[in-house]
T-cell receptor
Framework: DTGVSQDPRHKITKRGQNVTFRCDPI?????LYWYRQTLGQGPEFLTY????????KSRLLSDRFSAERPKGSFSTLEIQRTEQGDSAMYLC?????????????FGEGSRLTVL | GIQVEQSPPDLILQEGANSTLRCNFS?????LQWFHQNPWGQLINLFY???GTKQNGRLSATTVATERYSLLYISSSQTTDSGVYFC?????????????FGAGTRLAVHP
């Protein structure tokens, strides 16, 4: 399958623990995005990479959140000292750089539950 | 930033019925997309439609960029059409496609 893949699909953790999510974009896509979705809401933008460069971070991304894309391929999103408010679906998307246009493709998401 | 308003927020249909979902934007957008979120949470691409009209089977979409709205038509609805439908777009002057999503339309199709 050549779609966007995310791992793990589900994560249950205790408050205060660290968690890491991984995203493998579509292979030829050089743009990668992270979104967060809480129950009953639409996805909210967290951060964006063009190749390995992180070009924008939302104010939603507190200091406890860090995202990397070390070689311009897969990306990781780490949450340190998790809080119950971090419980959400974390979605990754990728697209191909084509000027200001381009269609985003999403993975299946990683659902985080913080107890 | 741009505001994305979707209507109706909830919709209940009998199988076989037709429906129209609407998406309004507060500013000019490009890269407009429609998604269907399945029960497992994955966003399935329905249409990439910055302008004009596209059709795919029982679904079609129309975007009138100059008037800042898009419509998604579902004909002869089926129970498998149930789920949440999102529209999303980016600012026309934006440097890249950071999609801003609406709150979605929750569709339930009953047999």
């Amino acid at each position: 399958d050549t779609g966007v893949s995310q791992d793990p699909r589900h994560k249950i953790t205790k408050r205060g623990q660290n968690v890491t999510f991984r995203c493998d974009p579509i292979s030829e896509h050089n743009r990668l995005y992270w979104y967060r979705q809480t129950l009953g809401q639409g996805p909210e933008f967290l951060t964006y990479f063009q190749n390995e460069a992180q070009l924008e971070k939302s104010r939603l991304l507190s200091d406890r959140f860090s995202a990397e894309r070390p070689k311009g391929s897969f990306s990781t999103l780490e949450i340190q000292r998790t809080e119950q408010g971090d419980s959400a679906m974390y979605l990754c998307a990728s697209s191909l750089l084509q000027g200001s246009t381009g269609e985003l493709f999403f993975g299946e998401g990683s659902r985080l539950t913080v107890l | 930033g741009i505001q994305v308003e979707q209507s109706p927020p909830d919709l209940i249909l009998q199988e076989g019925a037709n429906s129209t979902l609407r998406c309004n934007f507060s500013d000019s957008v490009n890269n407009l997309q429609w998604f269907h979120q399945n029960p497992w949470g994955q966003l399935i691409n329905l249409f990439y439609i910055p302008s004009g009209t596209k059709q795919n089977g029982r679904l079609s979409a129309t975007t009138v960029a100059t008037e800042r709205y898009s419509l998604l038509y579902i004909s002869s609805s089926q129970t498998t059409d149930s789920g949440v439908y999102f529209c999303a777009g980016t600012l026309f002057s934006g440097g890249y496609n950071k999609l801003i999503f609406g709150a979605g339309t929750r569709l339930a199709v009953h047999p």
